[in-house]
């Protein structure tokens, strides 16, 4: 299948394929591995660079504006070869993770360009080098304190309102008995054991300070700890400004079409609520961070005779 001249990027899934559980959503086959050719459609580059002086959380609204409406495709990237040979990069479909990888990349860039380096930083244990063991498959574990440790994230919970500390300990046996451990082809080594932390805002606190979160902070579904499954974080996006009624946007698989959209940030957090099966425990709420040339240059400079 030829590659259309707009495909580019996008890799990896939440903690595990199916990262976003909902009873209306319906998984998807991956399409044919295609090459990647690294080409930014021509739309998203010119708005990537007609706002890259403004804030943050205008740039990733602005940049994803276009994406709207991109069918949801479960787990439909990989490194292009090996033991995951979906294309590493595409604009035709996302999944919740890609989506916000791909907003984040071509964001925080100085300039889209460079948004391919960014995302291999944000995907892979130090960004290089690009191979499936590599990838941060696991968002407690790996994805968000390897990217807040790299300088692309910062935890602002707890700077919200009121948190608790979820402590999740991981053992080889958690791994063995997870049922989905077979979706990965990871060795048994490879997967991460330990204890692992993460502040989470319950949902009707989060309810009542959705004002107060930034735009552009990125906002994760953390589920109730279970003692055999491995996982708590599954699903994100991210808030947009519009008015004064704070949306919510991400690629999702609700509803009977599963694609990129907005929601209502307080809709969401209610829709949240009535998930039974594997009740949410609340949210985690991380805001990307100015790095590189682009924060050098907003950073306050001394005056000098």
Same mark, same amino acid.
């Given at each position: 299948?030829?590659?259309?001249?707009?495909?580019l990027?996008?890799?990896?899934?939440?903690?595990?394929?199916?990262?976003?559980?909902?009873?209306?959503?319906?998984?998807?086959?991956?399409?044919?591995?295609?090459v990647?050719?690294?080409?930014?459609?021509?739309?998203?580059l010119?708005?990537?660079?007609?706002?890259?002086?403004?804030?943050?959380?205008?740039?990733?609204?602005?940049?994803?504006?276009?994406?709207?409406?991109?069918?949801?495709? +479960?787990?439909?990237?990989?490194?292009?070869?090996?033991?995951?040979?979906?294309?590493?990069?595409?604009?035709?479909?996302?999944?919740?993770?890609?989506?916000?990888?791909?907003?984040?990349?071509?964001?925080?860039?100085?300039?889209?360009?460079?948004?391919?380096?960014?995302?291999?930083?944000?995907?892979?244990?130090?960004?290089?080098?690009?191979?499936y063991?590599?990838? +941060?498959?696991?968002?407690?574990?790996?994805?968000?304190?390897?990217?807040?440790?790299?300088?692309?994230?910062?935890?602002?919970?707890?700077?919200?309102?009121?948190?608790?500390?979820?402590?999740?300990?991981v053992?080889?046996?958690?791994?063995?008995?997870?049922?989905?451990?077979?979706?990965?082809?990871?060795?048994?080594?490879?997967?991460?054991?330990g204890?692992?932390?993460?502040?989470v805002?319950?949902?009707?606190?989060?309810?009542e300070?959705?004002?107060?979160?930034?735009?552009?902070?990125?906002?994760?579904?953390?589920?109730?700890?279970?003692?055999?499954?491995?996982?708590?974080?599954?699903?994100?996006?991210?808030?947009?400004?519009?008015?004064?009624?704070?949306?919510?946007?991400?690629?999702?698989?609700?509803?009977?079409?599963?694609?990129?959209? +907005?929601?209502?940030l307080?809709?969401?957090?209610e829709?949240l609520?009535?998930?039974?099966?594997?009740?949410?425990?609340?949210?985690?709420?991380?805001?990307?961070?100015?790095?590189?040339?682009?924060?050098?240059?907003?950073?306050?400079?001394?005056?000098?005779?």
């Amino acid at each position: 299948m030829p590659l259309l001249p707009w495909l580019l990027s996008l890799l990896l899934g939440v903690d595990a394929p199916d990262v976003e559980a909902d009873p209306a959503g319906s998984e998807e086959p991956a399409p044919a591995a295609v090459v990647d050719e690294g080409a930014i459609p021509p739309e998203i580059l010119r708005i990537a660079r007609e706002v890259r002086d403004r804030p943050i959380g205008e740039r990733m609204a602005a940049i994803s504006e276009p994406m709207l409406g991109t069918p949801y495709v +479960n787990d439909a990237a990989g490194e292009g070869y090996g033991k995951d040979p979906d294309p590493p990069a595409r604009y035709d479909a996302f999944d919740c993770l890609t989506f916000v990888e791909e907003v984040l990349a071509l964001s925080i860039a100085g300039d889209p360009t460079g948004a391919a380096a960014i995302r291999r930083q944000l995907r892979y244990a130090g960004g290089a080098p690009v191979e499936y063991d590599n990838r +941060n498959h696991f968002m407690l574990q790996e994805w968000v304190p390897r990217n807040i440790e790299n300088g692309f994230l910062k935890d602002i919970t707890a700077e919200l309102g009121e948190t608790h500390l979820v402590e999740k300990t991981v053992t080889p046996r958690t791994w063995a008995w997870w049922k989905k451990r077979r979706q990965f082809a990871l060795s048994d080594d490879r997967l991460p054991t330990g204890t692992f932390h993460l502040q989470v805002m319950r949902l009707g606190a989060a309810a009542e300070i959705v004002d107060q979160i930034p735009d552009g902070a990125l906002i994760l579904t953390v589920r109730e700890s279970r003692e055999h499954v491995p996982i708590v974080v599954t699903h994100l996006g991210f808030k947009v400004p519009a008015g004064d009624i704070p949306l919510m946007r991400h690629a999702t698989r609700m509803g009977e079409e599963p694609r990129v959209r +907005n929601d209502k940030l307080v809709w969401y957090l209610e829709h949240l609520r009535w998930y039974q099966r594997w009740p949410v425990d609340g949210i985690t709420v991380l805001m990307p961070q100015e790095v590189g040339p682009r924060r050098a240059a907003l950073e306050p400079r001394e005056a000098t005779d």
